[in-house]
């Protein structure tokens, strides 16, 4: 009966101990310290992958190549991460990005580590243990996209269309501001292109004349 009862203290400390820890994590997550840590820490991923890639000697091709394709491959990860884990309503990733849906102009990220915690495993895998050309290069390319990315949606809901100068810019902009209102198109930030690839790209919609 005893150890029965031990258990059950077990079990409710673990469920006490989880539903502080999450409540902890939700906070920092919101916090502006935590939001502008992770940006720098996002920075350092570009530098520190970099350096790593630059002590192997590399010829200029390899990391030109490496770094595009690094890029390139960011650009498909952040539309599925986007569309299939940020915006699955059984994921542990939606309610975050649910937060930032219904106060976009608010400071919301994941935990300041996390770029570094999960690229870095990637690293050892691919150029310490399989030795894969360039993959230090790649990965400097792939968190510049995440960099990149990360600039871009910080700047669509700080600074106005009509503030940006170039009309490519602009369509970003548009693209992203209808993301927000239909939620399930226009998943891409960095670019449309995986959109037009997976049917999930709307234009915006024009303005029906006043005349009309
Ligand atoms: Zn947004
Ligand atoms: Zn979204």
Redesign the pocket.
Known sequence: MNELGDEMNLAARARQIGSVSRSLANDMSRSRVNYWAAYLVDWSCVFVFGYLGWRRHPSWTSILISSVVGLFVFSLVEYCI?RWL??NKKSVFYPL?EA??NQPEETASGLFPTSFLVLMPFWYLLADVLHVPGASFFLCGFSAGYVYFGTLHHLEHTVRINQIPYRWLQGRWAAHSV??RI?ETN?GVMTSFWDYVFRTHQKQRKRKSLAA
Do not use: E, L, S, V
């Open positions: 986007h940020f915006h990005h930032h849906h993301h927000h939620d998943f």
